[in-house]
């Protein structure tokens, strides 16, 4: 019996749990749908209060911006008041100076004050006019032109009647004269730009002249030195000449002749140049070298494949003599045979060397 009661009392309390949990699920249902509308009620009156608060915001800096810009609109104005009343006593402080100054002043200081005042008023009334700084010395009294109205303002009455504008005030007719005067000035600048040009060209032409100049004298030099250098060799080649017929020739001259002109031909018996060479020593063949140099340069490349050849062969006799008197001299390791047939090849190639600059 016990356990039907305890199974009876268990079944009633999970009968009672599961009706509260039911009346709890239906109450959190009902709030759930009731929910939206009351945070949606709530959203708004937040929306309200916020845009409340902002127009307020906006009201008082308005206001308060209002107020600044007035406020700084006062300060300005006080601030030009201020700077003008200064102004204004500066002026009356000055005034009050100047006239001080002019009761005390002597009659010789008086007279000077209105002689300076008068100066000034006419260089301002010339400036207007169009006067140079150069014409504002000039006086009635002391001017270049002699002219004892030259401050006043020449009217040519007739020009003016011609013109139709005889009848113009003062005032329009100095300035139709400034207008005249910068007009003249104008034309005056033209004209001495156009000066400037001429002295420019003028220059230009003076520096092209003496640019033609020199390379004339630089052409005419040329030409003097060609000269030059012919005379001296036609001056070798004659002194040659007459070494030749005194019969105290040197090589050179032996040489220069062998491929000179063709009464050197008829003059006297040629041999082949080679021979030229033959007994002698080094100190004359060192001359010899020398002699050759100067003849090429004075014959500007004339007979230059000749003289290269000469040249040649003098060097060769030279290292060879040079070798002779060298005092450790060794004897050729070449046999007699052999240095002989090499000196027969080359005397036939000196020969048809020979051969070709006569026939040349």
Known sequence: SSRHEVKRHERSESASSKHRSDQKHKSHE??????????????????????????????????????????SDEEELKLLQRLEAERLRLKEE????????????????????????????????????????????????????????????????????????????????????????????????????????????????????????????????????????????????????????DGRAKPIDLLAWYVSSEECVDALEMHEPYTYLNGLQSQDLEDLLEDIKVYKELENNANQAYWEDVQTIVLDELSKLRRLAAPDARRDGVHQAVADDVTQVAHQQRMSLCRRYHNI
């Open 94 to 245: 000055k005034k009050k100076q100047k006239e001080q100054l002019k009761a005390n002043e002597t009659p010789e200081e008086k007279r000077a004050r209105r002689l300076r005042e008068k100066q000034e008023k006419e260089r301002k009334r010339r400036e207007r006019m169009g006067w140079d700084n150069e014409y504002q010395c000039y006086t009635n009294q002391d001017n270049p032109f002699g002219d004892s109205a030259l401050t006043n303002t020449f009217v040519w009455t007739k020009k003016l009647a011609k013109e139709g504008v005889k009848t113009v005030s003062r005032d329009e007719l100095e300035a139709l004269n400034r207008q005249k005067q910068l007009e003249n000035k104008i034309e005056l600048e033209k004209v001495k730009q156009r000066r400037l040009e001429r002295e420019a060209e003028r220059v230009a032409r003076e520096a092209e002249a003496a640019s033609a100049a020199r390379a004339r004298e630089a052409l005419q030099f040329h030409t003097w030195a060609r000269q030059e250098d012919a005379f001296h060799l036609h001056q070798a080649r004659l002194r040659s000449q007459i070494r030749i017929r």
């Open 30 to 71: 009902r709030n759930r749908s009731q929910s939206p509308k009351s945070s949606k009620h709530r959203s708004t009156s937040r929306e309200r209060k916020q845009s409340k608060h902002k127009k307020s915001k906006k009201k008082k800096r308005q206001s308060s911006g209002s107020s600044s810009s007035s406020d």
